[in-house]
Nanobody, 126 residues
Framework: VQLQASGGGLVQPGGSLRLSCAASGRNLDDYHIGWFRQAPGKEREGVSCISRNNGMLYYSDSVRGRFTISRDNGRNTVSLQMNSLKPEDTAIYYC????????????????????WGQGTQVTVSS
């Protein structure tokens, strides 16, 4: 599946952004989907992930309560609504999918996701 992430930009602390991940070639309902981010000098980390049947939902401790992941089945997209943004949220954000099953313990582990989009830059700064 080919993925296209969009919606990044420059925002002031406390602001909001909505990222969108669009897919071509496949129905995103058939995949586990995640949003990941990588800041300079840091490893890629799972931000929020949702399983194929929406039964497993994950948010990292750093974003829980501020970010919301959702599927828009009619548009074949997955969004990440980011509110109350902080400078430490600055990173390149990627969406990715995993084909097949996934363990609960690995539900947002970047190493188990196999198709990646190109990333969109999010910068939170005053």
């Amino acid at each position: 599946v080919q993925l296209q992430a969009s919606g990044g930009g420059l925002v002031q602390p406390g602001g909001s952004l909505r990222l969108s991940c669009a897919a071509s070639g496949r129905n995103l309902d058939d995949y586990h989907i995640g949003w990941f981010r990588q800041a300079p000098g840091k490893e890629r980390e799972g931000v929020s992930c949702i399983s194929r049947n929406n039964g497993m939902l994950y948010y990292s401790d750093s974003v829980r309560g501020r970010f919301t992941i959702s599927r828009d089945n009619g548009r074949n997209t997955v969004s990440l609504q980011m509110n109350s943004l902080k400078p430490e949220d600055t990173a390149i954000y990627y969406c990715a999918t995993r084909t097949g099953g996934i363990r609960y313990s690995s539900r947002c582990d970047p190493s188990v996701f196999d198709s990646w989009g190109q990333g969109t830059q999010v910068t939170v700064s005053s």
